[in-house]
């Protein structure tokens, strides 16, 4: 099967290329190419809005005594879409970019203004330290300063490097052992707890007694007893019977010179009750004689 596209082509025998008779054409001949609009535009003759990426069928040529550093710059001819008037633009190589000549203004280009803004503050700020040997001077302690910030922070990442160095995570995982149960492991956890739980030593020592309810009854002597006693803040088991006891002896000598007896009273209620006792003595003769 023959190929479509021919790349080998058949030359006879007594072929000779300098009988082939060669085209004189002139010197700055224009291509037709096919190409997109660089930049957005805008007709000066319509006003059409012409914008980047559009297609046009342009004519193309080399701009005669121009170049860029051996870089040979080109001409484009395009027409507007709406009226047909012929745009002109060249190729910028300095900036990369593209420069409108005739036919046409070119739209504002934010991103290309800051660059531009850029690029003149950058020479300026150049020129400035060529001329002035204080700002030069300046701009090398800021450069140094940052330099100096730079490498304490280098010392601060290396500190925490070597910090997470000093764990070992292949120890770690070679004690963990996955043959070992869960139940197991924590029933271990837990020993581990109680061990640590035990080493601890507890400072707060001292005991607090707290009386909760007192009940005081006089008779000849002035006697207190204690019904209820709270319990030592340590938590130490005691006898009940010891700790009343110790309780009443003690809130006795405290509470000695607080309870008064009323004598008098006590008196009182003595002759009292002899009279009564004595009416019924006398009561009950009176039913014997009957």
Do not use: H, W
Not at 55 to 60: D, Q, S, V, Y
């Amino acid at each position: 099967m023959s190929e479509r596209k021919v790349l080998n082509k058949y030359y006879p025998p007594d072929f000779d290329p300098s009988k082939i008779p060669r085209m004189k054409l002139p010197k700055n001949r224009q291509y037709t190419v096919r190409l997109m609009a660089p930049f957005n535009m805008k007709c000066k003759t319509c006003g059409e809005y012409i914008y980047k990426g559009k297609k046009f069928n342009a004519r193309k040529e080399d701009v005669e005594n121009e170049d860029y550093l051996g870089i040979r710059i080109y001409r484009f001819y395009i027409k507007c879409t709406r009226c047909l008037q012929e745009i002109s633009f060249k190729t910028d190589p300095r900036n990369t970019d593209y420069e409108i000549e005739a036919g046409a203004t070119r739209n504002f280009m934010a991103l290309k203004l800051a660059e531009e803004q850029a690029i003149r503050e950058e020479e300026e700020a150049r020129e400035e330290e060529a001329s002035n040997p204080m700002k030069l001077l300046e701009n090398r302690t800021k450069q140094s300063k940052n330099e100096i910030e730079l490498l304490e922070s280098l010392e601060e990442l290396k500190d925490l490097n070597r910090r997470q160095e000093a764990v070992d995570y292949d120890s770690m995982l070679l004690a963990y052992d996955p043959t070992i149960s869960q139940r197991e492991r924590e029933e271990k956890m837990q020993q581990l707890d109680d061990e640590y739980i035990k080493t601890i030593k507890f400072q707060n020592n001292q005991k607090r007694k707290l009386v909760v309810e007192e009940e005081i009854i006089e008779e000849d002597e002035p006697v207190v007893k204690v019904a209820k006693a709270g319990k030592s803040s340590s938590g130490e088991s005691k006898n009940q019977t010891g700790s009343k006891k110790g309780v009443g002896v003690s809130s006795r000598k405290m509470l000695a010179g607080l309870v008064k007896v009323k004598k008098d009273e006590e008196k009182r209620e003595e002759k009292q009750l002899s009279n009564g006792l004595s009416l019924l003595g006398a009561y009950t003769d009176s039913d014997n004689s009957d």
